[in-house]
């Protein structure tokens, strides 16, 4: 209910919020900052030359009925978070104007559907090719013995290496801009919090679909992202960051249409496996840096063993699928769109890692801001 109210007035403070200094005493921490993908993107590939947008109706029918770019009917993950915290909703980052950017002290988001960890993965379009040997050897889905299908890379989007770049440029045009001493701006980026949900395209997009990285088993291919992922977490942390938020891709072979696929969740697995260690060891070396990971993996057993537990009367059936009307009540639904979540769902796995103990670790996202 508290969030409920927090939410309309966020909205109706509309962009002048994102301009106003932070309230201290309010909020919990400086900022959010946020890097990802489709799961957390605001509206940035609104902006983008790209079939990956949600800015079209009924995208954000709970959302006062506005398409604003979110993969979903209402909130996405990042803004629940942003809510708890007591800050207006990070903006997208193509979103605000240039010369508006320094105005904004309370976050941005910079996270971008259908893009990932790796620099190639992006939206895909499928392909006809007639069987041949080279088609044999680098296609992944054979359909019949004349012709198999393929895909190739289509459209721009905001890859992770994009995003930190883009938060340099905060960083070092903006916030210094914004605050005029460069310790100002190291305490306020040292007194934010760090959000990045990314991952599910690297495998749905790129490694499940595309040919490039074929030849690394699953473990190898999630210690490839981890590496990647690790460093662009240093880049963070050598600009300012401490306090980070990691989500990875969870179980990506349950989704409406194929419900579930375990060995493709076996395959996506070691990611969020492997991810605390990971998380650990950058602790361990960046001092002063506090990372905790989400793994969805185990919650969303418990989710999917009693839907009606956590409000969800189907993990099956999406919400809305292109060309029908959409459904009733969102609530009811795990599944807003062929992949994405509902708001209710969003606002589950979020105030879980929020406040909960079944989805973050070490700590949840209160104790991580209460740490130090
Ligand atoms: C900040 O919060 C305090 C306490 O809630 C309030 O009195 C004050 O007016 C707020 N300031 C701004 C600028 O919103
Ligand atoms: C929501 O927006 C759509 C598209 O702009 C419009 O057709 C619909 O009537 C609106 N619904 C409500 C309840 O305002
Ligand atoms: C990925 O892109 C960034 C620039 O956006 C570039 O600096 C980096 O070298 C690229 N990495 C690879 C592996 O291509
Ligand atoms: C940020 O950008 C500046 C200027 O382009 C560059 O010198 C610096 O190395 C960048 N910092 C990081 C951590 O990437």
Redesign the pocket.
Known sequence: MATFKVFWVVLLMSQQAFFAKANRTKSLVEALYVFGDSSVDAGNNNNLNTFAKANI??YG?DFN?K?TGRFTNGKNFADVIAINLGLPLPPPYLGVSESERYKVATGINYASGACGILNDTRDVRRKKKMLSEHCCLTVKLIVSCSFCYYFVPKGDCLSLDKQVEYFNSTVTNDLQKHFQSKDEVQHHLSESLYLLSIGSCDYALNYFRRATYQNKTPVEFADYLLEKLGSKLKELYNMGARKFVVAVAGQLGCSPSEFCDEIKNEKVKPLSDKLPRKLQELQTQLSGSLFISSNPFNFFNEIRKAPEKFGFKTLTKSCYVVGQPICENPKDYYYFDFAHGTEANNELFANECFSGSRLCSPTNIEQLIHAI
Do not use: D, G
């Open positions: 109706y009924p029918i009925n398409s």
